[in-house]
């Protein structure tokens, strides 16, 4: 994998990974509490005719905490971002909040976005449509004495499997704890409930929607929904995979946005 970078955006500085090669570049955006690395699979697959670049959204992996975690300011960021790498128009690939994030990103920035890749992201990510839209991690430790022990702390409050969660953990001094602040994710989880359809259907752009049937987050309904009524856009399920499609089956992910890169 690329070594880590990072840009200064707002006096901030923003992390990200360039993965190489000398293909169309690709802005992929993760979700809350994930981090760059989690797309080294996918940008492995889709070399050499794609380049993958990971932004490290604010307050995650190693980017600057922020004064505010909405979703205007990770928009702001990602937008920045391109610019100062000189890459628009780019394919932005986002899960889960970042998804809504790359799907706001073409609505108010069209000139950066030539086609988008959205992968679980709820357009209407709140009650009822989605019954949890904020996981609670406020009594997540803070630390401890080692990686085992901080899964077993995590999953003892009810997370069947901490894996996605513990590639943002690292040995700090005093033990073993997350890259991202507890109360910051908080405060990011609740700015992102809303209804953001009217910036889901503003864009034009070819996007394509990955969707696991088993999904916590993005009910089938919608996502049916979600492809009906936003024209230029193409729906791939995924049955048996829930939220974390590019973990679940990352062959059949890969497979699925590779197919689509090769048409736009």
Do not use: K
């Amino acid at each position: 994998m690329t070594a880590e970078s990072h840009v200064r955006v707002d006096g901030r500085r923003l992390a990200y990974v360039d993965f190489g090669g000398t293909g169309a570049p690709v802005l992929a955006l993760h979700g809350h509490f994930g981090r760059a690395r989690m797309f080294a699979p996918l940008a492995a697959a889709l070399a050499p005719g794609h380049r993958v670049i990971a932004l490290e959204q604010r307050g995650h992996g190693h980017s600057d905490r922020a004064a505010e975690f909405t979703p205007a300011g990770y928009v702001a960021d990602a937008a920045e971002f391109l610019r100062r790498l000189d890459l628009g128009p780019v394919v932005v690939l986002g899960h889960s909040m970042g998804g809504v994030v790359a799907f706001q990103l073409a609505a108010r920035h069209p000139e950066l976005v030539r086609a988008l890749v959205v992968a679980d992201a709820a357009a209407r990510n709140r009650q009822p449509e989605v019954a949890h839209p904020v996981l609670d991690v406020r009594g997540w430790p803070r630390r401890a004495p080692t990686l085992r022990a901080l899964r077993d702390q995590v999953e003892a409050l009810g997370i069947p499997d901490a894996t996605y969660f513990l590639e943002s953990a690292v040995e700090h001094p005093d033990g073993w704890g997350f890259l991202f602040d507890q109360a910051d994710m908080m405060a990011s989880q609740q700015a992102l409930v809303g209804d953001w359809w009217p910036d889901w259907l503003a864009s034009t752009c070819p996007a394509l929607l990955v969707h696991g049937q088993d999904s916590i987050v993005l009910p089938t309904a919608m996502a049916r929904e979600m492809a009906g009524q936003r024209p230029n856009t193409r729906l791939r399920e995924f049955p048996g995979c829930g939220h974390w499609v590019h973990d679940d089956d990352p062959v059949g992910f890969a497979h699925a946005v590779q197919e689509f890169l090769d048409t736009v």
